[in-house]
T-cell receptor, first 117, second 109 residues
């Protein structure tokens, strides 16, 4: 158990709909990352928050948005859903804003599997 | 931004053999190179990492090598076991972590 909690584990919805994925980081971790893993693809970096502020942005679509709340949990909002948005969405946390030699690893949750029909 | 390429995409070995997965990165400023293992239905988990000031690191049956000049790094697993079967991801970071596409390793008993 990594200590990172993601809900829901599975979600099935229709095209055009909006969903919210939730992540609770490990206790003490200030940094939250969101990644998208599509079938047969790697982990695509979406966005990172550190202590409530957006810190880095990756390949996140304009239909997607995220935020980190004062209690450090984070939500990823996906709207106007398309079939191609079906994927596994991972949240990861770390203590530092910058993963690196001094910061250690990212801890991943078990993911939220989104299916858009 | 950083671009990480990983090869091969699939790898099948016999139990007891060695497995090697290779990655290249584009950003010479990247200074941290972790490897993650993802088992079925689970999130990725760190198995080993290497900093840019180190050329090689070993942890039991797992080793990682880094060639900063060529911007290559590799994961070596010796004496593979069926429980090593998983998807392995390399990553490079100088701020935000970028992952390779993954290698599906199958170890046949």
């Amino acid at each position: 158990d990594s200590g990172v909690t993601q809900t829901p584990k599975h979600l099935i919805t229709a095209t055009g709909q909006r969903v919210t994925l939730r992540c609770s980081p490990r206790s003490g971790d200030l940094s939250v990352y969101w990644y998208q893993q599509s079938l047969d693809q790697g982990l695509q970096f979406l966005i990172q928050y550190y202590n409530g502020e957006e810190r880095a942005k990756g390949n996140i679509l304009e239909r997607f948005s995220a935020q980190q709340f004062p209690d450090l949990h984070s939500e990823l909002n996906l709207s106007s859903l398309e079939l191609g948005d079906s994927a596994l969405y991972f949240c990861a946390s770390s203590v530092s804003p910058i993963p690196g030699p001094w910061a250690g690893e990212l801890f991943f949750g078990e993911g939220s599997r989104l299916t858009v029909l | 931004g950083e671009n990480v390429e990983q090869h091969p995409s699939t790898l099948s070995v016999q139990e007891g053999d060695s497995a090697v997965i290779k990655c290249t990165y584009s950003d010479s400023a990247s200074n941290y190179f972790p490897w993650y293992k993802q088992e079925l239905g689970k999130g990725p988990q760190l198995i080993i990492d290497i900093r840019s000031n180190v050329g090689e690191k070993k942890d039991q049956r797992i080793a990682v090598t880094l060639n900063k000049t060529a911007k290559h790094f590799s994961l070596h697993i010796t004496e593979t076991q069926p429980e090593d079967s998983a998807v392995y991801f390399c990553a490079a970071s100088r701020g935000d972590m970028r992952f390779g596409a993954g290698t599906r390793l199958t170890v046949k008993p």
